[in-house]
């Protein structure tokens, strides 16, 4: 646990707020102090940031606690800018959550049977995030496995901090949004407690039979579902998937994410894309998200198991990968929640491979390397070496 002196400066901010979950405020021989469970730190208050606190998280919020600096004998101004900068270095630190503002505007949807709602400060913050999921995707009903997670985004000096169910959870800047509640959407998705496995995969569909995808960043694994998209099959997602306990696959529908070096790919394919905002992922990759009107994220037994490979001038072709070797590349890229496979899991794996094809496919070119894949589907003898 850590120890920290806080003084009441930090940035401007004017909103509503009160103590975050698992924040409480406490006396020690009359030194003022304010200790988070989240972060596990106790945080030593001087006596204006504790007269601001009190006041602050008391019934008069806000003007309250500028009333009393100004009895204090403070000028308006400078009560003023106490207050909003100890309210926004607190919003910050986590150790405040913005109210709920009832007549904001939200977003909410369901994915990877979990509920996500959010909020945002201004309309194209909310489209951004709109933008994650393929527009059939939303909407909230029965089936759920829990509560809602409820995601906020507030603007503190032109930076955006991030709560969930009133907890910080981050901060970035404007054109980091999106993919930074797509990070967080998908660590639920990876938490929680569930009986499927999550592999590193997109997942297609053709003829009620999925296709998943699977490789390293970089191996086109977006790219080349947008690709067999624009010839018939179904999207399941670009990034991860669900193996069921019976060994059905199920994606995530995520939106497909596209870097800036495939745009022009993608243009004869996703023209829209040309006008598509441009996301900052936090490791720097510049993206934007390719508008779906629909997805295909139901169970479905697994035919094919393709593990991608690119290889520069290299003409597709399929080499034949025996049922231990997919294994075992299985095993490395699954997550489960504990962070181990346990032999249900192993079963789980071994039952959706029962019946499937599993095969690693060498390609430059997408587009070649889709058309080698719908050959492959349709029961076209491929080249193997």
Known sequence: MRLETFDAVGTKAALAARPAPGVVFALFDGQPTLFCEGDQTLYALNDMAALIWCRLTGEGGAPEARARLLEAGLEPAAAARYVDDA?????RRGLLRPDDRREAARLAFGLGGLAFSFEAPRPEDLRAIAALFPRAAGGLGAGFAAEPAHF??????????????????GGCD???????????VTEDVLARERPEIVVHAACMVWRDRAALLSGPPGAGKTTLALQLAARGFGYGG????????DGAVAGVPFAPTVK?????????????????????????QIVKYAALDAANPAPHPLRWLVFLRRQAGAAPHVV??????????????????????????????????????TLELVYERSAEAADALCELCNGIEPRFS
């Open 320 to 357: 034949a990968l025996d049922t231990v070797e997919a294994m075992r590349r299985l095993i490395a890229g699954a997550h489960a929640p504990d962070g181990r496979l346990t032999l249900t899991g192993f079963h789980t794996l071994r039952r959706m491979l029962a019946g499937a094809a």
């Open 260 to 284: 800036s070096g495939a745009w022009d790919v993608i243009d004869p394919l996703r023209p829209e894309l040309r006008g598509a905002p441009a996301h900052r992922r936090p490791d720097g």
């Open 174 to 184: 404007g054109d980091q949004l999106a993919p930074t509640i797509k990070t967080l």
């Open 87 to 91: 309210l926004g270095d607190w919003l």
């Open 238 to 245: 670009d990034d991860i998937a669900l193996i069921a306990p």
């Open 152 to 169: 906020q985004a507030i603007e503190l000096d032109g930076a955006l901090q991030i709560f969930r169910n009133g907890r910080r959870v």
